[in-house]
């Protein structure tokens, strides 16, 4: 039998814009508000597949928005993800539990136990 699948218990933005999550088998997920926004799983930000498999990126102008890196919010989409408000507005991002367990494996996540005298 698979072991379940770490779920997210808390999920806090630190005052020097880390986005800390502490997972329910204990080890704790950090994420730069750039690495966290520049990893938006939505079609906009990483292309979409078309009928034949091509993944079809979209065009992106060499331009930054104001507030592209300004989390305004984050909100539950059921029991498997959240959702991501920017500063520019963007908002079409779903983080599965899974991608952001992607995303910290990519990254090279320390998956630390959490510590709350460390940690605060």
């Not at 800390?20 to 930000?45: E, K, M, N």
């Not at 983080?95 to 630390?112: A, I, N, R």
Request: charged share 25%; with cysteine.
């Amino acid at each position: 039998m698979t072991p379940a699948a770490p779920q997210p218990t808390e999920i806090k933005l630190s005052d020097d814009r880390i986005l800390r999550i502490v997972w329910s088998d204990g080890h704790i997920s950090r994420f730069s508000l750039q690495y966290f926004r520049d990893q938006c799983p939505c079609a906009g930000c990483q292309g979409e597949s078309d009928i034949f498999g091509e993944v079809r990126m979209p065009v992106q102008l060499p331009v930054t928005k104001p507030g592209k890196y300004d989390l305004k919010h984050l909100a539950p989409v059921g029991n498997y993800a959240i959702a991501a408000v920017w500063g520019d507005g963007h908002d079409t991002g779903i983080y599965s539990w899974e991608h952001l367990l992607t995303m910290e494996d990519q990254q090279g996540g320390d998956k630390t136990a959490a510590d709350s005298s460390r940690d605060g």
